[in-house]
Every structure is written in C-alpha cells, then in structure tokens.
C-alpha cells in the first residue's frame, strides 16, 4: 500500500466516494474522502459513530459499525473487494483497517 493509492467505496453497485491515502500507522489507514453522488445519504451513519465514539457509547459503535458495512464495501485500488472492514469518516478525513477474510464466531 502506497500514498495516493484510491480506494472506493461502493453502496449498492455504484461508486459514492474514494478515499485517497495519505498516511498509515498500522493497522489504520488514512485519507482525504471525496464523496461522490450518492454519499450524502450515509454521512449521518458517520455522524452517529462520531458521536457514540465521544459517548463512550461501544454498544451503540458496534451497532454502527455493523450499519455502515451493510451498507458499504470497500474496494482495494485494483478493485478487489475486502471481507471486513471499519471505516470512520469526519468531514473529508477517512480512516479505515480491513480484512481479507471475514471474522467468524467459533
């Protein structure tokens, strides 16, 4: 992974922001987004995260963060989607760390 590196996210099928990475410190990436048609509609998910983050509120957290990767994907640079992922937006700055395969319970 590399500066300026664009990854995208992807809410039903179509593109509504890239997140152009700018700094890591592992296992966080980070970024300037740029919404694009279609994001305005999920800001408040982040908007709600930023403030159960303030709260303390992990329960509320957990609940968002389980709304925004139904609602979202993240795609890598190249197009591959991640299995998981959590992603914190405020304002045009982006964090996010991903797996390539999905958590399990057992």
Same mark, same amino acid.
């Given at each position: 992974m590399?500066?300026?590196? #664009?990854?995208?996210? #992807?809410? @039903?099928?179509?593109? +509504?922001?890239? #997140?152009?990475?700018?700094s890591r410190d592992f296992p966080w990436t980070y970024g300037r987004l740029r919404p694009l048609a279609g994001?305005?509609?999920? @800001?408040?998910?982040? +908007?709600? @995260?930023?403030?159960?983050?303030?709260?303390?509120d992990d329960e509320a957290m957990m609940r968002i963060d389980d709304e925004i990767g139904a609602a979202l994907t993240l795609a890598r640079p190249d197009g591959r989607r991640v299995a998981e992922f959590l992603l914190s +937006?405020?304002?045009?700055?982006?964090?996010?760390?991903?797996?390539d395969e999905p958590v399990t319970d057992e």
């Amino acid at each position: 992974m590399t500066d300026g590196e #664009i990854w995208r996210l #992807i809410h @039903r099928d179509e593109v +509504v922001a890239e #997140i152009e990475v700018r700094s890591r410190d592992f296992p966080w990436t980070y970024g300037r987004l740029r919404p694009l048609a279609g994001f305005e509609q999920l @800001r408040p998910l982040f +908007v709600a @995260r930023n403030a159960a983050l303030d709260a303390d509120d992990d329960e509320a957290m957990m609940r968002i963060d389980d709304e925004i990767g139904a609602a979202l994907t993240l795609a890598r640079p190249d197009g591959r989607r991640v299995a998981e992922f959590l992603l914190s +937006v405020e304002g045009d700055e982006a964090g996010f760390r991903w797996l390539d395969e999905p958590v399990t319970d057992e």
